[in-house]
């Protein structure tokens, strides 16, 4: 079991920046590949990037490569999500989650966090 909490979302202007924090607990974190997923209203979960469990390899959708940087940090327990350059249209909630390896679907991962909230003004 893993348990994920999100944080760092908030209001930025765009062009503003925003690092959002997926602290997780239980056991082996280090072993689980991390994805980054957001949901706008009305709109599907979509994928944003993903970590191996290594940190080794990260993976991004087309909307979001050269803006958005995922790393990891293993001893801490915590993947973060670096977003700059960001555009009214990444307001969504923002979800961490946990499984195997790193899958552009929802249904890849097994563990879930609650969300963060970012909206950006134009």
């Known amino acids: 079991q893993v348990q994920l909490v999100e944080s760092g979302g908030g209001l930025v202007q765009a062009g503003g920046s925003l690092r959002l924090s997926c602290a997780a607990s239980?056991?082996?974190?280090?072993?689980?590949?991390m994805g980054w997923f957001r949901q706008a209203p009305g709109k599907e979960r979509e994928f944003v990037g993903g970590s191996s469990w290594s940190g080794g390899t990260a993976y991004y959708a087309d909307s979001v490569k050269g803006r958005f940087t995922i790393s990891r940090d293993n001893a801490k327990n915590t993947v973060y999500l670096q977003m700059n350059s960001l555009k009214p249209e990444d307001t969504a909630v923002y979800y961490c989650a946990a499984g195997p390896l790193v899958a552009a679907t929802p249904s890849g991962f097994d563990y879930w966090g609650q969300g963060t909230q970012v909206t950006v003004s134009s």
């Open positions: 239980g056991r082996s974190f280090s072993s689980y590949a």
